[in-house]
């Protein structure tokens, strides 16, 4: 069965470093999300991505987050300075529809630890 | 905005019980409803899902059914095993509203044998 791909699975940095988290989308997907979910609370959106551009995004993604296709199958989220409260497991997503029918498919999530 | 509400647990049950995780759900359009379940370690797996009203969605012995009435989609399952033990979140898209899926605050569930 077609899998979401995350790397790192687990990833600890110092505040203020920039971090990368890595997908591998399903390959016939076209929309590509990412969601975070601090330890113990909801899973919250955070982008949404199509036609390499983003479509949709939350409050939480703000300037010191962003995505990027570089290539034909990557989709990356980069945080530029990381805080402390950036801590928490990161949900790559993709779906191959928008319309009623759309199941996301996630990764198994990066879990980002900032000292 | 859309939202969801959902028993927030822990939920310890002995193998072979029923199961109910009560999910209410506010949304402005006709949203489609998940539930979906995280094992311990794992990322998130779609359980079911329901995209109209009465519809019922189900897999692996649980199932949902989609109440416009009283905006729910309870899950259920009639025995539970060992291996159910996860944790799982109701959720909704409304494609009319936007591209992201809302989801609930999570139900963990532990099956003791």
């Known amino acids: 069965e077609p899998e979401v791909t995350q790397t790192p699975s687990h990833q600890v940095t110092q505040m203020g470093q920039e971090v990368i988290l890595r997908c591998v989308p399903i390959?016939?997907?076209?929309?590509f999300y990412w969601y975070r979910q601090i330890l113990g609370q909801k899973v919250e959106f955070l982008v949404s991505?199509?036609?390499?551009?983003?479509?949709?995004k939350s409050e939480i993604f703000d300037d010191q987050f962003s995505v990027e296709r570089p290539d034909g199958s990557n989709f990356t989220l980069k945080i530029r300075s990381t805080k402390l409260e950036d801590s928490a497991m990161y949900f790559c997503?993709?779906?191959?529809?928008?319309?009623?029918?759309?199941?996301?498919?996630f990764g198994a999530g990066s879990r980002l630890t900032v000292l | 905005g859309d939202s969801v509400t959902q028993m927030e647990g822990p939920v310890t049950l002995s193998e072979e019980a029923f199961l109910t995780i009560n999910c209410t759900y506010t949304?402005?359009?006709?949203?489609?409803l998940f539930w979906y379940v995280q094992y311990p370690g794992e990322g998130l797996q779609l359980l079911l899902k329901?995209?109209?009203?009465?519809d019922k969605g189900s897999n692996k012995g649980f199932e949902a059914t989609y109440r416009k009435e009283t905006t729910s989609f309870h899950l259920e399952k009639g025995s539970v095993q060992v291996s159910d033990s996860a944790v799982y979140f109701c959720?909704?898209?409304?494609?009319?509203?936007?591209?992201?899926?809302?989801f609930g605050p999570g139900t963990r569930l532990s099956v003791l044998p």
């Open positions: 997503a993709s779906s191959a529809v928008t319309d009623r029918s759309r199941v996301l498919t």
């Open positions: 390959s016939n997907h076209l929309y």
């Open positions: 991505f199509y036609n390499n551009e983003i479509s949709e």
């Open positions: 949304a402005t359009g006709y949203p489609s």
């Open positions: 329901a995209t109209k009203a009465d």
């Open positions: 959720a909704l898209s409304d494609p009319n509203y936007g591209q992201n899926f809302v």
